[in-house]
């Protein structure tokens, strides 16, 4: 695949990084410096299997944080990443439980139904220029509708699809590696979060989800077609939420469908934990995924810390705002 | 970079000095995770589980998602707790298959899980402590008897026909109306979803077709309002109407005698029975199979009764 107006050629490794490196080296000490200072403070949290928690915990809204980056880059917002989870596991429930389908067709059922309803958010902010807050708002609440619509306001459960729970909580590492036990959930995050970085770092429809956030306008100008592009990314991030849903679904062994409300607000925090800017133009998967984790650490570890629960999100909420200041400063010294 | 340090190193102090009680291993400590936790139902559990942990000496601590679909943000919480190597766990489970697997790891590492306010479909949990609701009902039931005169129609405005407490509730009063009080009968039972709006239709509904009704009983409080609202919006004065749970609506319609009384649950015995269990449990003492919590009929006359009041919420 041919890159666009690339004056320097960084190897693979670099791509996949982002130029802004060190950035992410920033948030990943930071996320060290949390898991040492909660193993000091308290000595069950540095455990095997509490640290196989954290990841499980990472997984789903680490995979909806992935799709959300890619939205954020182009300069738009996807609110819609929590509720579209929830109408492709409903999806995956009528299609494995209701209708008997064998386990691979209910997969791609909720993968296709998730590009589906991201072409639809991508149409009407490409072509109906509606602004992606108020579009992705709207098809928030239509999903959030139609799975309670769909499942009769029921949990549907996967008891009939042998096999369906191992997607997210069997764990192929540790067939082999006992000791391991890193549930396939955690393994099918860093899949998606590498085949996302290899297409934002290496395909054209990566060059162009970054030059849409930069200067849409320019863009347009030079001859491509941004509403292709930008419809193209709209439903990248919709399948992806359709691999989201099949992890939450597998996870819980049911699909749940008064859930994922809230969920689209911590997925865009830790995108922007992660240096993702929201005016567009500049972010990594990589740092999305950082952002995920630190998330999940300092969810877990107030926890283990017993720290009462209303200071836990007290506390959530100043390291959102001191993580992404700290950012801004960094940036304006550099 | 020092900028970030410093940041972290920050939050880590101030999560440090929130700690205050840091459950150590050798200290007996019980985590509780809840259904749910800003609601006034909750914070009433966590304020008995609190009592019974002044009066064993125990560490405690109280955790709820945000509501009650987080089925995941549940199963998280779970697995903290279970982090903590906690002398026994208190849970309350929104759904019982998907945290069937940490609960089986409880098991395996000897932890005992006492289950609250709603059974757990497996045989881990060693007790449940929660309302009795069948027979809370059928006290609703002998109360409504009681305000008719023993004979007349009735309904039942319910909250749902699925989940525990709706057949229980329900049957709970059918069963006993049907046993003790033969000139009674119950006309209809309709189904709100607990929602004020829609009970409210229903009621208008079912006075509507039985303008010579006696008396509603609602099951939760969603429906409890609902008829209120209904009987009122019919201009009926003469109705008996039965509520259950409190509220601010309910305690209102109770005080201004619109509502005859209404049967209540006993939050703060359930947080205290649970760690109570808990405790017994892990010391290897017998508990029963189920703990009633207990629950309470008020009406105008009792509601400011200290002992009432204390597990009244608006």
Known sequence: MTVVNSSSTPSLFARLIDTGAHQKLLAFASLIMLLIGFSIASPNFMQTSNMIAILQATSVNGVLAVAATLVIITGGIDLSVGTLMTFCAVIAGVVLTNLGMPLPIGVLAAIGAGAFCGLCSGTFVAKMKIPPFIATLGMMLILKGLSLVISDTRPIYF?????????????????????????????ILFIVALAAAYILGRTVLGRYTFALGSNEEAVRLS???????????????????????????????????????????????????????????????????????????????????????????????????????????????? | MLTRRHIIGAASAVALMLSGNIASAQETYIPLVSKGFQHQFWQAVKAGADQASEEFGVAITFEGPDNETMVDRQIDMLAAALAKNPTAIGFAALDSQAAIPLLRQAQEKGIPVIAFDSGVDSDIPVTTASTDNIAAASLAADKMAEKIGGSGKVAVVAHDQTSRTGVDRRDGFLNRIKDKYPDIEVVTVQYGAGDHLKSTELTKAILTANPDLKGIFGTNEGSAIGVVNGVSEMGKSDLVIIGYDSGKAQKDAIR???????????????????????????????????????FYYYDSSNIDDPKIAAVLYD
């Open chain 1, 159 to 187: 008891n009939d699809t042998p096999g369906f729970d191992q997607i997210s909580r069997g764990s192929l590492i540790g067939d082999i590696f006992p000791a391991l036990p890193i549930p396939n959930g955690v393994l």
């Open chain 1, 223 to 334: 001859g491509v077609n941004t509403d292709f592009w930008k419809m193209s990314v709209y439903s990248l991030a919709g399948a992806i939420c359709g691999i989201a849903g099949i992890l939450i679904a597998s996870r819980l062994n049911s699909a749940q469908p008064a859930l994922g409300l809230g969920y689209e607000l911590e997925a865009i925090a830790a995108v922007v934990i992660g240096g993702t800017s929201l005016s567009g133009g500049r972010g990594t998967v990589l740092g999305t995924l950082i952002g995920a984790l630190i998330m999940a650490v300092l969810t877990n570890g107030l926890r283990v810390l017993s720290v009462a629960q209303e200071w836990q999100t007290v506390v959530t909420g100043a390291i959102i705002i001191l993580a992404v200041y700290a950012d801004m400063v960094r940036k304006k010294k550099a």
């Open chain 2, 256 to 294: 201004s005698g619109l509502m005859a009384g209404a049967i209540t649950q006993n939050p703060v015995g359930i947080g205290y029975e649970t760690v109570k269990a808990a405790l017994e449990a892990s010391q290897g003492k017998e508990v029963p199979a189920h703990i009633d919590t207990g």
